[in-house]
């Protein structure tokens, strides 16, 4: 029996998708469950898989093709085997029509192409050498000086040709660099551009500024240095810092509140909840998934669902509704090393925390110097909601409540 395999039903904020990959060719066995496309959006991955035991027996969107919520991508027989099910006319003359195409044009280097455009060349008409019978600079090179070697001209222009004139010999001995200097060119991925598209938004419509404090680390890791691993041993999860600063940023947003709105139009909307919104590095680039009701969590049940949001990040399992709202974001740099940096607010938040690495400074303490583990942190709030006061007592706020942990839990 003949099944639809349709994409999936998309929410209200995302328009369309792209069919990323299939995991099944045309007359393979299919399991029940087993995966068979990927259809990515600008948020997310979302998955389809075998609806029973058959064959897929028809791709009618290949790859790259952009597709509708619940448009059909393919066609499924439930209970065929392996070879049982006939591929589709239209894959058939999609498949030699991409096999005569090969065969017209041979493939091209960058540099080759670029040679071969300047030249006027037909590049079917060159003898590719490289690797799969792509065409390399060097056979661009060889076809032009054969093509100047057996070029007809009259006797009489040979007799009286002088050295000067010999201009496509000067072009033949043009210099060739050693060995191939490949170029690759990959589309941007729907979640990439997506970035790139709100970054710039941010940038464009937000007057963004930035204001930096340090924060002296020493007795947040002397507290995780005693009680980290008590802290696995009863809740299952390791303790790290970003749990510290997602507590202190509650806080700090309860006093004041302003950090935590956002314009909307002509009005502001001041949030009574705290969902904060956590930057984490994907294979597919950033993404933000959100802490909800943060105010209402331990620090192990925030350190738990940020493992979790990690893993689900990197198998690209992350749903649409983890990333969607946020009333505040922080990002740590400081995983990868950053010293210092500007981070970009995400729209509509009006603030984001940037942390950097911990490094060891020599600081001045009741007139004496001594060798402390600080770090920089960078607030970016937007001009338009937040006063230069707004955003600097905010981080000091923060700075207060690290640097003496004991203020979290006395609310002073």
């Not at 940038?203 to 924060?215: C, D, G």
């Not at 105010?295 to 990690?310: H, N, P, Q, T, Y």
Request: one cysteine or more.
């Amino acid at each position: 029996m003949a099944t639809e395999i349709k994409a999936p039903t998309f929410p209200e904020s995302v328009a369309d998708g792209t069919v990323a990959t299939w995991h099944k060719k045309p007359g393979e066995q299919c399991h029940r469950d087993e995966l068979l496309v990927d259809i990515e959006t600008d948020k997310v991955v979302l998955e389809v898989v075998a609806p029973a035991d058959g064959v897929l027996s028809e791709i009618i969107r290949p790859e790259g093709e952009v597709v509708l919520s619940s448009e059909v991508v393919g066609i499924f027989e439930e209970g065929a085997s392996a070879g049982t099910a006939p591929a589709s006319a239209e894959a058939t003359a999609a498949l030699a029509a991409s096999s005569e195409a090969v065969n017209e044009e041979p493939i091209l280097h960058p540099a080759a192409r670029r040679m071969a455009d300047e030249k006027g060349l037909d590049p079917a008409a060159i003898t590719g050498t490289g690797k799969g019978g792509r065409v390399t600079k060097e056979d661009v090179v060889r076809h032009v000086e054969g093509g100047s070697q057996v070029s007809p001209a009259p006797v009489s222009a040979m007799a009286t040709a002088t050295p000067a004139a010999s201009a496509p010999r000067v072009e033949a001995t043009a210099p060739v660099f050693a060995g191939e200097r490949v170029e690759k060119r990959v589309a941007m991925t729907r979640l990439r551009a997506k970035v790139a598209e709100r970054l710039v938004q941010a940038q464009q419509h937000a007057a963004m500024l930035t204001t930096f404090n340090e924060i002296n680390m020493k007795p947040v890791m002397e507290l995780r240095g005693q009680y980290k691993d008590v802290f696995e041993k009863r809740h299952g999860v390791r303790l790290g810092f970003m749990s510290f600063f997602v507590k202190a940023c509650v806080e700090a947003l309860r006093r004041h509140p302003v950090v935590n709105a956002s314009i909307d139009g002509n009005d502001i909307v001041y949030h009574g909840y705290q969902d904060i919104g956590v930057a984490v590095s994907s294979d597919r680039g950033l993404v933000v998934p959100v802490l909800r009701n943060t105010e209402d969590m331990s620090l192990a049940d925030i350190e738990a669902k940020i493992r979790e949001f990690g893993k689900k990040a990197m198998d690209g399992k992350l749903g649409i509704d983890e990333m969607t709202g946020g009333t505040f974001t922080i990002s740590n740099g400081g995983v990868f090393g950053s010293l210092l940096s500007t981070p970009i607010l995400n729209p509509p938040q009006s603030a984001i925390l940037g942390m950097h690495k911990i490094q060891e400074r020599p600081m001045a303490v009741n007139g004496k110097v001594e060798i402390l583990p600080m770090m920089y942190l960078a607030l970016s709030y937007d001009h338009r909601l937040l006063d230069g006061k707004d955003a600097v007592t905010f981080l000091v706020t923060i700075k207060e409540l690290l640097e003496d942990p004991a203020r979290m839990l006395l609310d002073v």
